[in-house]
């Protein structure tokens, strides 16, 4: 199996996150995700003013050879209701060929389980990371 260089990993994670708009984050409400996990595997959070949110913006840091970040704008999530537990944010975005949406990255919340009831939010900061 190849390697990938500093310069080329910097390259696919720059092309690859180029339109921010197109990722989306969402929480849900699994235990655990398996790392073949896929978006239509996780059961995401119920409650109402849920929904996915769009990120802004996403900068890519380098971390030392061969190790990259992604970083997406901080969003924050507003209940107006009741909500499910939430024990994970996830980041997906539509697929290149089918249009269905692929599972990204994902991380637990921190402090989790978050029950958040209505006038109560939850900020994430999702993080990629990427390795050589």
């Known amino acids: 199996m190849g390697q990938c260089g500093e310069e080329g990993l910097q390259d696919i994670l720059e092309i690859y996150f180029a339109t921010p708009s197109d990722f989306y984050i969402g929480l849900c409400s699994d235990l655990s995700i398996a790392k073949d996990a896929a978006y239509t595997d996780l059961t995401e959070v119920t409650g109402s003013g849920y929904d996915l949110i769009a990120l802004s913006t996403i900068t890519i840091a ?71």
């Open 62 to 132: 380098t971390l030392g050879v061969d190790n990259r970040k992604a970083t997406g704008d901080e969003v924050t999530f507003n209940a107006s209701g009741t909500w499910t537990s939430a024990y994970y944010w996830f980041m997906i975005t539509p697929a290149v060929a089918s249009g269905a949406y692929t599972l990204v990255c994902w991380d637990s919340v921190e402090d989790s389980p978050v029950e958040l009831e209505s006038g109560e939010s939850l900020a994430i900061i999702p993080i990629f990371n990427a390795t050589g």
